[in-house]
């Protein structure tokens, strides 16, 4: 049955949802049910981490790519540090032609921090929505994890204000040189977001309650956007077919309750339910059996597979007490587990008799409904970059201002309010916490994979400008930056989380990949909600087995060079007492 997506689809479409639920299966496929019905369709990731390379045979580039295999299909990745190059080169072009080489390089250096990353990418997703398409008849966009798609689709109305206000155009002199000759491109990407006739927002969940509240808080938040035309797709329905599978029926049950009372506000919205498939939603055959499950060949019984040799998390718990403090922080792809793993370890030490801070980079914030108690010794916080930036800018007034006239006061204050100041913001935040581990355990529960590298190349940018601002002069013994500590093994250890899956896997070793280009060597790798050790016969989850024992065989390949699997639990690994076992406390 066809879903109602693809009834009189709108020229955008945005894919949103927690990190996990299956956005990019469902955009991609929604686009290429589009392309196959002959319709010109572009295929946009907003994901600094997107996998569409993998899921399409495609190698992905920062512009339009032909799909083999499926005529009218193209794809696009907004890549960050392209389209930063790309904005450092058009700013620099604006300089006058008698700017010297030292002011070029002045602003070369205002150039190469996070702020600049993220304006250039909202830049090109701006030129997309500018104009109505003349090149396809509908652009799908699978967005990166809720938080930062808020962030994303929020963009045109901030920045939209703040040119608005600012006739200077001299803020953050090198980035918003080149925002304000692209004002009207700004407002008209607003205009075509707020469209109910231009731009629908598929909010994607799966039956759980933690996904559908977030799909709730931000179904609630694009309206106040004003981004009213909104549907829901509940992706990965899962039904047993043998009542005497104790497994299978757990896993059913914990499906149905959650939409029995999922909040009014997404009760109200148009849906669709898509069944759980027993493959691998990758290459174009499986993408296109999302919408027709019929297709698929019925699922037979896997052979018996032996569980990959691997420690419990509890040994784990010990490794990371041993040297009596430091930074632990949780890596991985949204919806692999990275919050109840963080919680575990963090409540683990604390039992242990350790002070630990437990906090969290992630705008989706689950940290204190997943803790749900307290435990003495532990510090539970989040870096909440609507008080991070605030912070900053009171700093800033209180020393940068300090000697400056009313005028000059005013000036400071309208170039903070800047959008940009909140990247600004959230870094500082992020250092703060690195210098703590140094006497305290901390232990980070990141943001999904692509924003949490995000995050290390603004630390590398800025170890880059301070090493070049203190010179020759200065002895680099005695400097020691944020990315200095990341890089440090004594201190730092990160552990990556993922799902025995295709795409979790994938995103797992290229998470690796960064780290190590950045001197970042990952302590571990835990391997999360494994159905081998469940005992279940219900046919389509005894298939799925099938794909587990081939990402289990990738990982035991050398990708992780200690690892530790958590079996599938029938029940929510929620509460202190629950993560607590988890760990070994």
């Known amino acids: 049955m066809t879903p109602g997506l693809l009834t009189n689809p709108t020229p955008f479409l945005f894919f949103t949802g927690k990190g996990g639920v299956g956005k990019t299966s469902v955009s991609t496929a929604t686009a290429l049910a589009l392309a196959d019905s002959g319709k010109r369709v572009l295929l946009v990731s907003t994901d600094a981490a997107s996998n569409l390379d993998e899921m399409l045979g495609v190698p992905l580039r920062n512009e339009p790519v032909d799909v083999p295999d499926a005529p009218g299909l193209q794809v696009l990745n907004i890549d960050p540090t392209t389209a930063a190059e790309s904005y450092r080169v058009r700013v620099l072009a604006q300089l006058e032609p008698g700017a010297t080489e030292r002011e070029r390089e002045t602003v070369r250096e205002q150039l190469s921090g996070a702020c600049t990353t993220e304006i250039a990418a909202f830049d090109e997703f701006a030129g997309l929505l500018a104009t109505t398409p003349t090149r396809w008849d509908h652009v799908v966009f699978d967005t990166a994890p809720t938080g930062h798609t808020l962030r994303l689709l929020s963009l045109p109305k901030a920045w939209t204000g703040f040119l608005a206000a600012n006739d200077r155009g001299a803020s953050c002199l090198g980035p918003h040189s080149g925002l304000k000759l692209q004002e009207h491109r700004f407002r008209s990407a607003m205009e075509a977001l707020v469209d109910p006739l231009r731009t629908t927002v598929v909010l994607v969940s799966t039956a759980d309650q933690r996904p559908l509240a977030e799909a709730a808080r931000a179904a609630a938040e694009l309206t106040q956007l004003g981004l009213t035309k909104q549907r829901l797709v509940i992706n990965g329905r899962f039904h047993a077919t043998n009542a005497d599978d104790a497994v299978a029926l757990a896993l059913e049950q914990q499906g149905a309750q959650p939409l029995a009372t999922m909040p009014a506000a997404l009760a109200s919205l148009p849906r669709d339910e898509l069944v759980l498939l027993p493959i691998d939603l990758v290459g174009l055959p499986a993408l296109r059996a999302l919408f027709h499950p019929e297709t698929v060949a019925r699922p037979t019984p896997s052979l018996e597979m032996t569980p990959l040799p691997a420690e419990p998390l509890s040994a784990l718990t010990t490794a990371l007490e ?26 683990a030490l604390a039992r242990r008799g350790h002070a630990v801070h437990l906090t969290t980079t992630d705008p989706a914030a689950h940290l204190v409904a997943t803790v749900d108690g307290t435990v003495p010794g532990l510090e539970v916080s989040r870096i909440d970059p609507a008080v991070e930036t605030q912070r900053y800018i009171d700093k800033m007034m209180a020393t940068r201002g300090r000697e400056l006239d009313d005028a000059g006061k005013a000036l400071l204050l309208e170039d903070l309010r800047s959008p940009c100041t909140e990247e600004v913001a959230v870094f ?130 050398g990708l992780a060079r200690r690892l530790f699997v958590i079996p599938w639990s029938p029940t929510p690994l929620v509460g202190v007492e629950a993560l607590a076992a988890l760990a070994g406390a």
């Not at 403090?325 to 963080?342: N, P, Q, Y």
């Not at 989380?497 to 797992?508: I, K, N, R």
Request: hydrophobic share 45%; net charge positive.
């Open 428 to 557: 500082h935040a992020f250092s703060r916490v690195i210098s703590e581990a140094r006497n305290t355990f901390v232990v980070l529960d990141t943001a999904p994979t692509g924003h949490a590298v995000l995050l290390m190349d603004a630390t590398g940018a800025y170890h880059r400008q301070t090493m070049r601002s203190l010179g020759p002069a200065i002895d680099p013994a005695r400097i020691t930056t944020p990315l200095m500590r990341l890089q440090d093994p004594k201190l730092t250890r990160v552990i990556i989380v993922t799902l025995p899956e295709t795409t979790p896997v994938s995103q797992a070793e290229a998470l690796q990949a960064d780290l190590r280009r950045a001197n970042i060597e990952p302590f571990a790798w835990v391997v999360n909600r494994s159905l081998a050790a469940s005992g279940t016969k219900d046919p389509l989850l005894t298939a799925r087995l099938a794909g587990e024992r081939r990402q289990f065989t990738r990982i035991a390949r």
């Open 322 to 347: 041993r040297a009596g403090h430091g930074l632990v922080m949780v890596m991985g792809k949204g919806g692999v587990g990275k919050t109840t793993i963080a919680a575990a370890l963090a409540i």
